[in-house]
């Protein structure tokens, strides 16, 4: 059986996260083996994914950690966490 | 959300803070700050109000930890926690976030990929460039909030699927359809503007 190169994309997310059933994921894998460009629409994606896991795109603001504890810090000293 | 090399018994840190030895709190944060404060900046799209959120949503957990339940997994828990708190802060209507006006694509449609023939990587390094990141930003910012949401908890924050589930309050099936949409979508817009900035010429054939 041959699928097509639609029928290939609704199955990229699945494909990268290794969650599809054997066949399917047979089938995805002898289309990407012919198919230069959904090959390009996987390496893409993936190396997307890549970039946007990247702790450098979104950076924290500076001091955040220091601001947070020490407010933490503060408060912790007039509220006891709820026993109830 | 990687935690430290050093084993961590977040049952018994929940424990000693309850016992009364609050300090634990600080050590039991730590490995979340920054997820608390992405899921917040995801919803409120603004430095500040993310940074408020992110601490109010500390304080709400550690005045309410008698109540979480152990077969929770904290992490899950506190992002719940922030992304309500984010919520009710939006509908207090103390921020304004232009959301886009056309509405989320219906959740069967299909978004096709952007078609590209001689795709190549863009590696890590075009990161240290402002504009990269800018672009990498904008995209994300721009996703219906329903899809960013998933998109950042499973492959930013790196959330099994189960757990993203549990902080959304959405099914298993939701959390993979939205994913997908939402990687397309990234796909879609990202690959031709990437593809422009790579900074990769041919130099290994000079008369191209």
């Known amino acids: 059986m041959v699928i ?12 990268l996260d290794d969650t599809l059933d054997a066949e399917t994921r047979a089938l995805v894998q002898n289309h990407l083996e012919h198919c230069e460009i959904c090959s390009a629409i996987l390496d893409s994606t993936r190396n ?37 | 959300m990687t935690v430290g090399a050093d084993p961590r018994d977040e049952a018994q840190m929940i424990a000693a803070i309850l016992a009364g030895d609050t300090s634990h709190f600080h050590t039991l944060i730590r490995p979340y700050e920054r997820s608390v404060y992405m899921m917040a900046l995801s919803l409120l799209k603004n430095e500040a109000e993310a940074e408020d959120v992110a601490q109010e949503a500390f304080l709400k957990a550690f005045r309410n930890l008698a109540g979480f339940r152990a077969d929770a997994k904290f992490s899950t828990w506190l992002i719940a926690i922030t992304l309500n708190e984010a ?6 209507g103390r921020v304004v976030v232009m959301e886009s006006l056309d509405r ?22 075009a990161l240290e460039r402002s504009e990269v990141r800018g ?11 329903i899809y960013r949401e998933v998109f950042l908890l499973r492959d930013v924050e790196e ?10 309050g959405i099914t298993v099936a939701s959390v993979k359809v939205r994913l997908h949409r939402a990687r397309m979508m990234l796909q879609k817009r990202l690959a031709p503007q990437l593809k422009q900035v790579s900074p990769a010429k041919r130099r290994w054939f000079p008369w191209l």
């Open chain 1, 4 to 15: 097509e190169c639609k029928h290939v994309w609704d199955h990229i997310s699945g494909y």
């Open chain 1, 48 to 84: 997307i994914l890549i970039l946007t896991a990247d702790d450098r795109v979104f950076e924290l603001p500076l001091g955040y950690s220091e601001r947070l504890h020490a407010r933490l810090e503060e408060e912790m000293k007039t509220i006891a966490p709820d026993e109830s």
């Open chain 2, 87 to 92: 919520r009710s802060r939006l509908r207090r």
């Open chain 2, 104 to 125: 989320p694509p219906d959740e069967d449609g299909h978004v096709s990929p952007a078609l590209l023939r001689d795709w190549r990587e863009i590696p890590s390094e």
């Open chain 2, 135 to 145: 672009i990498l930003q904008e995209a994300i910012a721009d996703l219906p909030v």
């Open chain 2, 159 to 168: 959330l099994s699927v189960n757990e993203t589930s549990e902080a959304l």
